[in-house]
């Protein structure tokens, strides 16, 4: 028998969909290999962590338990396995963030030195993140333009599993992705929790086809109920695309139609596609503002912002939303997109703290924290970002409960305390009323933060050159 070769699991955590897999499967017996860098896995958190191990878990057992997991840099446990195996043939899908572009480098550089390859096929996206430009060779800097052209090239059908036949070798087990994590955490969490989510989302392709299949059967009220966190109305398919278990071209082909719900839900892949692009050109911008002047925008850093961080990630500011909000994300590892956007308005534009703080904590916590979708979305609501909301939207976490909870289903159900408050006065966020049901008071005055946001903003408007 020829010797095998290799497939290198990354952010394809599935068997379906997988053109890379089904090149592998074409090329002689595969063994699977994901590789646990220690490096990469440090500053993430334990939820996060979690989620990731039980999707290799649910990997492993799709593939008879044939999954080989390996600890250490992959730049030298790739090479070492092809070695051990005498592969000649390395395959994987390809991916287009900054550290992984690094890393693809340094190990094909390390394999082709002994005579091997790593070819890398497909991406996580339905078009690869860097290779839509304008005319000029430019890259889109506004969605709307972008996803014009990004939908001229939908419509490649996905591939079915390929039948493999594995051959496995010793390696460790997925718990070695939460022992190794959390391990480096910045100061301002100070005492917030380590630990997983205890209410985190099924994990594994089955899992996650059967989220498709659920969100499918009313994708067509999408438009109409998507902002609604009281409803089930989103598709809880964002920790299954995170991880690979499901394919973007996967749920594409699934929702296809005409309908205005299932318009709105693919520009919603679209802002996801769009944000990979703009981090594949601008790297920096997962921890930079793209919008260079809102570095001189004045925020709080110290002891008293520390405080007020650490409340709201908690979920005890005393605006109910935001508190539902930050209790789901504590609960479950994930948040409605609308509440991840009035929590975000809160804590820039009302405590005054730097978006990179927030954007830290949300990676920390959720299952689904994809770096280009977070680190944008943060910027987005900081208005530093490409698209952003401009500075002086600012979300009233008042507005938005009576707007999008009118009757406080989504409250009541993240904060306890509320459990019996009438809506009139949930609404209302009637404080008295509030407080005596064992509620906290407001941590701060809203009117008076949100001037404040402003004239800190007018400050660098007057001068900074945008």
Same mark, same amino acid.
């Given at each position: 028998?020829?010797?095998?070769?290799?497939?290198?699991?990354?952010?394809?955590?599935?068997?379906?969909?997988?053109?890379?897999? !089904? +090149? /592998? %499967?074409? =090329? @002689?017996?595969?063994?699977? *290999?994901?590789?646990? #860098?220690?490096?990469? &896995?440090?500053?993430? $958190?334990?939820?996060?962590?979690?989620?990731?191990?039980?999707?290799?878990?649910?990997?492993?057992?799709?593939?008879?338990?044939?999954?080989?997991?390996?600890?250490?840099?992959?730049?030298?446990?790739?090479?070492?396995?092809?070695?051990?195996?005498?592969?000649?043939?390395?395959?994987?899908?390809?991916?287009?963030?900054?550290?992984?572009?690094?890393?693809?480098?340094? !190990? +094909? /550089? %390390?394999? =082709? @030195?002994?005579?091997?390859? *790593?070819?890398?096929? #497909?991406?996580?996206? &339905?078009?690869?993140? $860097?290779?839509?430009?304008?005319?000029?060779?430019?890259?889109?800097?506004?969605?709307?333009?972008?996803?014009?052209?990004?939908?001229?090239?939908?419509?490649?059908?996905?591939?079915?599993?390929?039948?493999?036949?594995?051959?496995?070798?010793?390696?460790?087990?997925?718990?070695?992705?939460?022992?190794?994590?959390?391990?480096?955490?910045?100061?301002?969490?100070?005492?917030?929790?380590?630990?997983? =989510?205890?209410?985190?989302?099924?994990?594994?392709?089955?899992?996650?086809?059967?989220?498709?299949?659920?969100?499918?059967?009313?994708?067509?009220?999408?438009?109409?109920?998507?902002?609604?966190?009281?409803?089930?109305?989103?598709?809880?398919?964002?920790?299954?695309?995170?991880?690979?278990?499901?394919?973007?071209?996967?749920?594409?082909?699934?929702?296809?139609?005409?309908?205005?719900?299932?318009?709105?839900?693919?520009?919603?892949?679209?802002?996801?596609?769009?944000?990979?692009?703009?981090?594949?050109?601008?790297?920096?911008?997962?921890?930079?503002?793209?919008?260079?002047?809102?570095?001189?925008?004045?925020?709080?850093?110290?002891?008293?912002?520390?405080?007020?961080?650490?409340?709201?990630?908690?979920?005890?500011?005393?605006?109910?939303?935001?508190?539902?909000?930050?209790?789901?994300?504590?609960?479950?590892?994930?948040?409605?997109?609308?509440?991840?956007?009035?929590?975000?308005?809160?804590?820039?534009?009302?405590?005054?703290?730097?978006?990179?703080?927030?954007?830290?904590?949300?990676?920390?916590?959720?299952?689904?924290?994809?770096?280009?979708?977070?680190?944008?979305?943060?910027?987005?609501?900081?208005?530093?970002?490409?698209?952003?909301?401009?500075?002086?939207?600012?979300?009233?976490?008042?507005?938005?409960?009576?707007?999008?909870?009118?009757?406080?289903?989504?409250?009541?159900?993240?904060?306890?305390?509320?459990?019996?408050?009438?809506?009139?006065?949930?609404?209302?966020?009637?404080?008295?009323?509030?407080?005596?049901?064992?509620?906290?008071?407001?941590?701060?005055?809203?009117?008076?933060?949100?001037?404040?946001?402003?004239?800190?903003?007018?400050?660098?408007?007057?001068?900074?050159?945008?």
């Amino acid at each position: 028998m020829s010797n095998p070769v290799i497939f290198w699991f990354r952010r394809d955590l599935r068997l379906a969909d997988n053109p890379a897999l !089904v +090149a /592998a %499967a074409h =090329a @002689g017996t595969v063994v699977a *290999l994901f590789v646990v #860098d220690p490096e990469l &896995v440090a500053p993430v $958190g334990a939820t996060r962590a979690a989620y990731v191990a039980a999707s290799l878990t649910a990997l492993d057992e799709a593939m008879g338990g044939a999954l080989v997991i390996r600890v250490g840099d992959p730049t030298t446990v790739v090479p070492e396995v092809a070695r051990e195996l005498g592969a000649q043939c390395v395959y994987a899908s390809g991916d287009s963030t900054p550290r992984a572009r690094h890393r693809d480098r340094a !190990v +094909a /550089a %390390a394999l =082709a @030195g002994e005579g091997r390859v *790593l070819t890398t096929i #497909d991406s996580p996206y &339905v078009v690869e993140p $860097g290779t839509i430009r304008q005319a000029s060779g430019a890259p889109y800097r506004v969605y709307s333009a972008f996803r014009r052209v990004w939908e001229t090239r939908l419509g490649v059908a996905p591939v079915a599993a390929p039948e493999v036949e594995w051959e496995s070798i010793p390696g460790v087990t997925p718990t070695a992705v939460v022992e190794l994590a959390a391990r480096r955490r910045p100061h301002y969490f100070a005492d917030l929790p380590d630990s997983p =989510a205890p209410e985190s989302p099924p994990a594994g392709e089955r899992a996650g086809h059967a989220a498709l299949e659920r969100f499918a059967a009313h994708v067509d009220h999408y438009e109409d109920q998507r902002d609604r966190p009281d409803l089930d109305a989103t598709s809880r398919l964002s920790p299954y695309l995170h991880v690979g278990a499901l394919h973007p071209r996967t749920v594409l082909a699934a929702l296809d139609g005409p309908s205005r719900g299932r318009s709105t839900f693919r520009a919603e892949i679209g802002w996801r596609e769009f944000y990979a692009d703009v981090l594949s050109h601008r790297p920096d911008s997962a921890w930079r503002s793209l919008q260079p002047r809102f570095d001189a925008l004045r925020v709080d850093r110290g002891e008293a912002a520390v405080a007020r961080f650490g409340a709201w990630a908690r979920g005890e500011t005393g605006f109910p939303l935001v508190d539902a909000g930050m209790r789901q994300l504590l609960a479950e590892g994930w948040m409605h997109n609308r509440v991840r956007m009035v929590t975000a308005s809160f804590l820039v534009k009302h405590l005054h703290v730097d978006w990179r703080w927030g954007a830290s904590w949300f990676l920390w916590r959720l299952v689904d924290g994809d770096v280009a979708s977070n680190q944008h979305g943060w910027q987005w609501t900081a208005g530093s970002g490409t698209d952003a909301a401009p500075f002086h939207r600012i979300f009233s976490p008042t507005r938005q409960a009576e707007r999008f909870d009118p009757i406080g289903r989504y409250v009541r159900r993240y904060v306890p305390e509320l459990a019996s408050v009438a809506e009139s006065d949930l609404t209302r966020a009637d404080v008295e009323t509030l407080v005596a049901s064992g509620y906290r008071a407001p941590m701060i005055d809203a009117g008076v933060e949100r001037r404040e946001a402003l004239a800190r903003f007018a400050e660098i408007r007057a001068t900074v050159a945008p």
